[in-house]
C-alpha cells in the first residue's frame, strides 16, 4: 500500500467482551496531525488507542505505518510511538527524578532537569511520587513528553487533574512536537483551547 500518511487504519474492527466497539472504521494520521477521539465512557476511545499501540489486537482490519504494514509487525510501530494511558503510569515508590530517568535512561541530567522545570516540577526532583498531589503526579507522568524522540504520541486523557496553568503547558508542547512534524493521537472530555484538530467520534 502506497501511502504519505503517518499512519493508516483500514477497516479497523474492535469488540470488548461479545461487544462491538467500532467495525470498519478507516481513518489516516498526517504529520502535524492532532487527531481528537471523541465518544460517550465506554465506546473504545481507550481501546483503539491501545489497539494502534499494539497493547491490544483488533478482530480485523489493518494498521499501516508511513505505508509500511505493521498490523501485525507491532514492534516498528512501537519503536516510533509512546503511549500514556489514562492512569498516571508512574511508579509512586520512587523519587519524581527516579521516574524520568526510569522511562528515558537515555536523556542527559540537564534535559531531565529542563522538563522537570517547565512543568514546575524541579523543586519535588527528590520527593516520592506518593507525597504528591494528584495534578504534580499527572505532570510527572507527561513529563516524558519534553523527552520523547518518537514521531507518534497517543494519549489517553492528558488534560485530566491538570489546572489552567497545566493545560496550557501541554498543549503548547503538543503544538511543539505537531509544528516539528509529529503527529498527536488523544482523548478528551474537554474543549482544546488553543489547539486546532481533526475528531473522529465513537462509535463507529
Not at 530517568?101 to 524541579?122: F, I, V
Not at 516539528?180 to 475528531?199: E, P, W, Y
Request: aromatic share 6%.
Amino acid at each position: 500500500m502506497q501511502s504519505s500518511s503517518f499512519l493508516t487504519i483500514s477497516d479497523l474492527w474492535i469488540e470488548r467482551g461479545e461487544r462491538d466497539l467500532c467495525k470498519s472504521l478507516s481513518f489516516d494520521v498526517q504529520s502535524g496531525d492532532v487527531l481528537r477521539i471523541l465518544g460517550e465512557n465506554g465506546t473504545g476511545k481507550s481501546s483503539l488507542l491501545k489497539v494502534v499501540a499494539g497493547i491490544l489486537s483488533p478482530l480485523e482490519g489493518d494498521i499501516f505505518y508511513k505505508g509500511q504494514e505493521v498490523t501485525e509487525k507491532r514492534q516498528i510501530l512501537q519503536e516510533n510511538t509512546l503511549y500514556l494511558g489514562h492512569s498516571a503510569g508512574v511508579k509512586k515508590a520512587l523519587t519524581v527524578e527516579e521516574n524520568l530517568r526510569w522511562y528515558c535512561p537515555t536523556s542527559s541530567s540537564d534535559e531531565l532537569h529542563s522538563a522537570l522545570n517547565t512543568l514546575g516540577l524541579l523543586a519535588f526532583s527528590d520527593s516520592s511520587v506518593s507525597t504528591l498531589s494528584a495534578g504534580q503526579t499527572k505532570r510527572v507522568a507527561l513529563s516524558r513528553l519534553w523527552l520523547s524522540k518518537q514521531k507518534l504520541w497517543l494519549l489517553d486523557e492528558p488534560f485530566s487533574s491538570l489546572d489552567a496553568e497545566g493545560v496550557s503547558i501541554l498543549e503548547k508542547r503538543i503544538a511543539q512536537h505537531t509544528a516539528s512534524g509529529g503527529a498527536v493521537m488523544l482523548t478528551t472530555h474537554q474543549d482544546l483551547l488553543s489547539l486546532q484538530s481533526r475528531d473522529i467520534c465513537l462509535p463507529i
